[in-house]
DNA sequence: CATATATTTGACAAACAGTGTCAAGTCAAA
DNA sequence: TTTGACTTGACACTGTTTGTCAAATATATG
């Protein structure tokens, strides 16, 4: 799995960048590098902008997708992963409309 | 929020029990108990499992709330929650699938 | 094959986040 | 104003995550 280590793999490989290249640009370990590309490791937030920023990607999408890999690798052992998926969107809707309204009175 | 919680105590209010006596029953300390039932604090998954024990309701039913609302917890500052989720359904699909192949070789 | 270069892996200390506990606080009923 | 139920904040303890290094593996090149 990992689409999002795939993903910057591919814009790594477009770039025609090594994995110590790309690190050093981002000023972490290559060998941490290394295990986010192969979904060994989930990157921070931090690191996930940094790459977004280097590359000069879509912000919001990007880290849509390192938000969504960090869920599903949390996920990954959990028989009742997708239930659980169901439940959290409604609970945060539930809690986006109450906050709505706590907010204007 | 937190309909997880509010079900725990539902559960223990339409069973005539006071926080500290269903504290003591799952050996948890009281003022846990009821961060937990207001959603300031996450149940373990071993808690749950004495809650769903001791009440006696649908185990699985109730872990997915559980583990629905762990989720909807860590996203409740994030902007692209949404969107994340979605991201995290695809790759669970895409996951569950590749490792059947895997399985079948 | 031998060497050089790129990537991956495992192990570990350090940093960080989550958990349980206690004591003090609020609130409501009597 | 006392009592009992619940809530809150602070803190030490525990466990997990993170970054780093060295060694292992793969890949390419003379």
Sequence with gaps: MSKF??????????????????????????????KIERGNRIATKKQALLIAGFFN???????????GEKIAYELKDEELASEALKVAEEELEYYKKTKKETNHV
Excluded: H, P, T
């Excluded at 990607?57 to 938000?67: D, G, K, M, T």
């Design 57 to 67: 990607v879509n912000r919001e999408e990007f880290l849509s997708q390192w938000l």
């Design 5 to 34: 280590g795939e993903k910057i793999r591919e814009l790594r490989e477009c770039n025609n960048l090594l994995l110590r290249e790309l690190a050093s640009e981002i000023k972490i370990d290559q060998a941490l590098l290394s």
